[in-house]
């Protein structure tokens, strides 16, 4: 079955640290998403990458994609305190419209 | 920026008893979904509605399940007869198309059964 699995299931860095997050998936998709969810509420949404891209950017957000290996990476350059939640990637494809969760990277950024 | 609106934030019923979680999508969005993340386990899809019908929907969503839009602004998921394994967060969302991207969520709803 389709799915998104991340990697590490958690990650502790230093403020000013990068931080970088792998997703996997099984079946071909249409795009990947990854969305962040602070502890207890709703998912925000990041940034997608189609099936045709490789590399995407947005502020301190870089996702890549390989869809040779079905792997997605997800780097946040320059963390910061604020950064700390749960970071989960998300796929789709032909002829669904639904998406399918990892279990998500808990991600803290220390002081 | 526009929001999806989701009440209530938190709600405990007994089991057996019926639930409506409501939602108000983003105001010229077409698709809306409904997804459930229990404790600890990962975000699963429950059912995408078009066009005042279900489109798809999961395994999960049974007979117990249903959705409705009853106005123009409205989207609510009812749980007929709620069981202790129904406790989750519920999360509507809602996009302007169909390709799965572009999705709105919602804050959600923490559904807690007794």
């Known amino acids: 079955s389709q799915q998104g699995e991340e990697d590490p299931q958690a990650l502790s860095i230093q403020e000013g640290e990068n931080a970088t997050m792998n997703c996997s998936y099984k079946?071909?998709?249409?795009?990947l998403q990854w969305y962040r969810q602070n502890s207890g509420r709703g998912l925000v949404h990041l940034i997608l990458?189609?099936?045709?891209?490789r590399e995407k950017h947005s502020g301190r957000l870089r996702v890549t994609l390989d869809t040779s290996k079905k792997s997605s990476s997800l780097l946040i350059t320059a963390s910061r305190a604020a950064d700390t939640a749960s970071y989960f990637c998300?796929?789709?494809?032909?002829?669904?419209?639904?998406?399918?969760f990892g279990k998500g990277t808990k991600l803290t950024v220390n002081p | 920026e526009p929001e999806v609106t989701q009440t209530p934030s938190h709600q405990v019923t007994q089991m057996g008893q019926e639930v409506i979680l409501r939602c108000v999508p983003i105001?010229?969005?077409?698709?809306f979904y409904w997804y459930r993340q229990i404790l600890g386990q990962k975000v699963e899809f429950l059912v995408s509605?078009?066009?005042?019908?279900?489109?798809?929907k999961s395994e999960i969503f049974d007979d117990q399940f249903s959705v409705e839009r009853p106005d123009g602004s409205n989207f609510t998921l009812k749980i007929r007869s709620t069981k202790l394994e129904d406790s989750a967060m519920y999360f509507c969302?809602?996009?302007?198309?169909?390709?799965?991207?572009?999705?709105?969520f919602g804050s959600g709803t923490r559904l807690t059964v007794v």
């Open positions: 079946t071909s998709i249409n795009n």
């Open positions: 969302a809602s996009s302007a198309n169909s390709r799965g991207y572009g999705y709105t």
């Open positions: 105001s010229n969005h077409l698709y």
């Open positions: 990458i189609r099936s045709n891209e």
């Open positions: 509605f078009y066009n005042n019908e279900i489109s798809e």
């Open positions: 998300a796929t789709d494809k032909g002829g669904s419209e639904k998406l399918v």
